[in-house]
């Protein structure tokens, strides 16, 4: 017997200070990176899919970004 599933775990990449469109205000924001990964026994082994968003930290408005757009952030946040 095999024993498979799916593990998520996310990563904060950065915090920036962007415009929150919900908030109508600049705000911090933070970063994130949320890998999935098949796991076999418990065992995080494959990674299946990476996402990268960013989401406002007073309201919790997030936006899903691409890879360019996420590498490009952190370059700024860290400038």
């Not at 990674?47 to 996420?70: I, K, Q, W, Y």
Request: with cysteine; net charge positive; glycine share 4%.
């Amino acid at each position: 017997m095999i024993i498979l599933g799916l593990h998520r775990t996310a990563r904060q990449l950065a915090t920036l200070r962007q415009y929150c469109r919900t908030c109508g205000r600049t705000r911090p924001a933070a970063l994130d990176r949320t890998a999935t990964r098949i796991t076999v026994f418990f065992l995080p082994l494959l990674p299946v899919r990476t996402a990268h968003r960013l989401s406002c930290t007073r309201c919790g408005t997030a936006e899903r970004l691409t890879r360019a757009e996420a590498a490009r952030a952190r370059r700024a946040a860290s400038a």
